[in-house]
């Protein structure tokens, strides 16, 4: 099975029959319903917050949330109607609480992702210019692998790099059509392509422009961040990845001012799919990869999964 396939069922599988089919569970084995029903209500809250949402049309985002609202409601509706009265066990209601607590122990860090104000940050211009655009990964990725997952990537700490990407930031543009579901060419996503002007100003550092764009979900990728270009101004160096073969119209040595254009998004290294790669990192020395990621906003508020701009 290749990995556009399993990238598929996974989200299906997290996205559309997750909620259902605990609340199948509940009824068909006579759970306590109305402890057990709280873990599916919040796991409906988190995938509202944290969920790959850029897989699907806006719309049905709340779609599946609403759908998935009216059945946990039906299942309240039908124990309460049931005369069937089931003898709750301690045990059974003492993992319920703690499944329960986790849970909102998940939903709490989500929030603290998407609200917390960090003492180190940076205020930027946002790198798009044409329509809506989505957060896909973005915030603490240490607090919280649900909403970022970049700290936390096997790949990224073997590599001993998570530590600059923490606050690493993805962006693909949202739209309420499309050809297909995760579709097989880089044209028919509408981020491909698309103008990337310099979200802070400064000295261009680095800068990879030859680097084929892969095909999307080809399971195949090189470990960089592909067609590339480096910003730093004073001790932040700011890296943007994964543009467009060739794109690029800056050089190195170059100063840039904000807003001015940089290249292109592409879907070159190691990326699955067309989608801006953005991290900011407070560099001592020249290795900006040894860094620490240092927390990006853009209007005065974190660039967290699932934030919507339009610009």
Known sequence: MNERNIFSLKIAASHIFLVPV??????????????????????????????????FRKWIKYLICLIDEII??????????????????????LVLALVEFYLLFLLGKILWVIWKDDKEKLEIEFPF?????????GGNSEICRLMNYHFHSPFHKRKNTNRSMIYATDIV?????????????????????ESIYCPMEGRIVMGVNDIEDNIPFCGNYPY??????????????????HLKRGSIVVKIGDTVSKNELIGECGNSGMSERPHL???????????????????????SKNLYKNRLIRN
């Open 129 to 137: 210019r044409n329509g809506t655009y989505l957060v896909t990964d």
């Open 277 to 299: 790669h953005m991290q900011l990192m407070k560099c001592e020395g020249e290795d900006y990869w040894k860094a620490k990621g240092i927390s990006i906003q853009f209007q």
């Open 72 to 93: 946990i409601l039906s299942v309240i509706i039908i124990r309460l109607s049931s005369d069937y009265l089931i003898h709750e066990e301690l045990i059974i209601l």
């Open 224 to 241: 960089n961040t592909g067609n590339t270009v480096v910003i730093k101004n004073d001790n932040y160096c700011l890296l943007l990845g």
């Open 173 to 193: 543009k949202s739209v309420d059509k499309g050809k297909k579901f995760l579709p097989p060419e880089n044209t028919d996503y509408p981020i491909f392509s």
């Open 22 to 55: 605990v609340l199948m569970i509940i009824l068909i084995f006579n759970i306590p319903w109305f402890p057990a029903i709280l873990i599916p209500q919040t796991m409906l809250v988190i995938l509202f917050f944290a969920g790959y949402w850029e897989f």
